[in-house]
């Protein structure tokens, strides 16, 4: 079993930065691809980052591309999304997830993911 907690959520201006962290516990997140999703209300879990477990692959989506930067720390079994220049429609809820049985591509869909955190509130205002 593998835990995960995020943190790092807050209340920020647009243009604003946060960095989210997401800790595991549990067991190690070295050899496990992860992702970071989102989900406002009324709408759709989005994912807005993935890392592979090499840290070779990342992805965005074009929403976030260019603002956001999901990085990992495996000696810390801690995985980050650095979120700058953000606008009012990145307010959600943000969960970090690890994929255990991605090896290659990347993992776009929910499905894919096998532990969840409980997720951190992020509210841009304008």
């Known amino acids: 079993q593998v835990q995960l907690v995020e943190s790092g959520g807050g209340l920020v201006q647009a243009g604003g930065s946060l960095r989210l962290s997401c800790a595991a516990s549990?067991?190690?997140?070295?050899?496990?691809?992860m992702g970071w999703f989102r989900q406002a209300p009324g709408k759709e879990r989005e994912v807005v980052a993935y890392i592979s477990w090499t840290g070779g692959t990342t992805y965005y989506p074009d929403s976030v591309k260019g603002r956001f930067t999901i990085s990992r720390d495996n000696a810390k079994n801690t995985v980050y999304l650095q979120m700058n220049s953000l606008k009012p429609e990145d307010t959600a809820v943000y969960r970090c997830a690890a994929a255990t049985r991605v090896r290659l591509g990347v993992a776009r869909q929910a499905y894919e993911y096998d532990y969840w955190g409980q997720g951190t509130q992020v509210t841009v205002s304008s």
């Open positions: 549990g067991r190690t997140l070295s050899s496990y691809a």
